[in-house]
Nanobody, 124 residues
Framework: VQLVESGGGLVQAGGSLRLSCAASGFTFDDYTIGWFRQAPGKEREVVSCFGHGFSTYYTDSVKGRFTISRDNAKNTVYLQMNSLKLEDTAVYYC???????????????????WGQGTQVTVSS
């Protein structure tokens, strides 16, 4: 089982990045894929998820700026991040939860598999 994030980097405030999460080794269609982030000194928080049933969820701080999408043919989930803010700086992780919900109730501890993370740094 493998989840590999890519697309992180350094960007100025107001800029954009697209993160990718490529999955292998499990039945991708059965899994809800979530994006989480963790900033230094802070707890890991859910950013967005794309459910196995095609529901989506965004935490309030990213609504209207981030868009999650999913390509089951490529076993990949994307997170398009626009209008980036300094407070979006964090390590971003994707994770997979078999048949899990995708809503405001999402909890990191439910997720079975995790990627290694990709750093997103927003500068002023």
């Amino acid at each position: 089982v493998q989840l590999v994030e890519s697309g992180g980097g350094l960007v100025q405030a107001g800029g954009s990045l697209r993160l990718s999460c490529a999955a292998s080794g499990f039945t991708f269609d059965d899994y809800t894929i979530g994006w989480f982030r963790q900033a230094p000194g802070k707890e890991r928080e859910v950013v967005s998820c794309f459910g196995h049933g095609f529901s989506t969820y965004y935490t309030d701080s990213v609504k209207g700026r981030f868009t999650i999408s999913r390509d089951n043919a490529k076993n990949t989930v994307y997170l398009q991040m626009n209008s980036l803010k300094l407070e979006d700086t964090a390590v971003y992780y994707c994770a997979a939860d078999r048949l899990g919900p995708c809503s405001s109730t999402v909890r990191a501890r439910w997720y079975d598999y995790w990627g290694q993370g990709t750093q997103v740094t927003v500068s002023s």
